[in-house]
C-alpha cells in the first residue's frame, strides 16, 4: 500500500510538500506523477516539495509510484491538493491602505496642548 500525504493547505504562489508512506518493505525508488503522469525533475525520494504554486497544480491530483528491491510496484491513489482560498497579496494591500486613517499634520499640531507656535518653526 502506498498513501500520498500533502503537508498542508495549497496557496497559490507558495510551494507545497507531499510525502509518501509505504508497506513495501524495501523502497528504494520513487516516482512522483501529477495527472498520472511523472513529473519531469521530481526527486526519488518518498518527499517532494512542489515550486510555487499556480493555478495548474490546484487542478490537477498527483500520485507516486514505488519501487521496491524485491520488485514490487505501487501506486498511490491520487489526491487533490487541498487549497485555500487566499487575496492575491495586491488587494489584500490596497484593503489596508484604504483602511488605515491618515491624519493630516496640521490636526495633529491643532491638537497637541503642549504645542507653542516657537515650537513649530525652525
Same mark, same amino acid.
Given at each position: 500500500?502506498?498513501?500520498?500525504?500533502?503537508?498542508?493547505?495549497?496557496?497559490?504562489?507558495?510551494?507545497?510538500?507531499?510525502?509518501?508512506?509505504?508497506?513495501?518493505?524495501?523502497?528504494?525508488?520513487?516516482?512522483?506523477?501529477?495527472?498520472?503522469?511523472?513529473?519531469?525533475?521530481?526527486?526519488?525520494?518518498?518527499?517532494?516539495?512542489?515550486?510555487?504554486?499556480?493555478?495548474?497544480?490546484?487542478?490537477?491530483?498527483?500520485?507516486?509510484?514505488?519501487?521496491?528491491?524485491?520488485?514490487?510496484?505501487?501506486?498511490?491513489?491520487?489526491? &487533490?491538493?487541498?487549497?485555500? /482560498? @487566499?487575496? =492575491?497579496? #495586491? %488587494? +489584500? *494591500?490596497?484593503? &489596508?491602505?484604504?483602511?488605515? /486613517? @491618515?491624519? =493630516?499634520? #496640521? %490636526? +495633529? *499640531?491643532?491638537?497637541?496642548?503642549?504645542?507653542? /507656535?516657537?515650537?513649530?518653526?525652525?
Amino acid at each position: 500500500m502506498v498513501t500520498v500525504t500533502v503537508a498542508d493547505k495549497a496557496i497559490i504562489g507558495f510551494h507545497l510538500s507531499l510525502g509518501v508512506t509505504t508497506t513495501i518493505r524495501r523502497p528504494f525508488r520513487w516516482h512522483w506523477l501529477r495527472n498520472g503522469i511523472l513529473i519531469p525533475g521530481a526527486p526519488s525520494a518518498c518527499a517532494y516539495a512542489l515550486p510555487p504554486l499556480t493555478q495548474r497544480d490546484l487542478d490537477s491530483k498527483f500520485s507516486c509510484r514505488v519501487y521496491g528491491l524485491d520488485g514490487e510496484v505501487e501506486t498511490s491513489e491520487e489526491v &487533490e491538493l487541498n487549497p485555500k /482560498v @487566499v487575496e =492575491p497579496v #495586491a %488587494e +489584500q *494591500v490596497k484593503k &489596508e491602505a484604504e483602511s488605515e /486613517v @491618515v491624519v =493630516p499634520a #496640521a %490636526e +495633529q *499640531v491643532e491638537n497637541k496642548e503642549d504645542t507653542h /507656535v516657537g515650537d513649530l518653526q525652525s
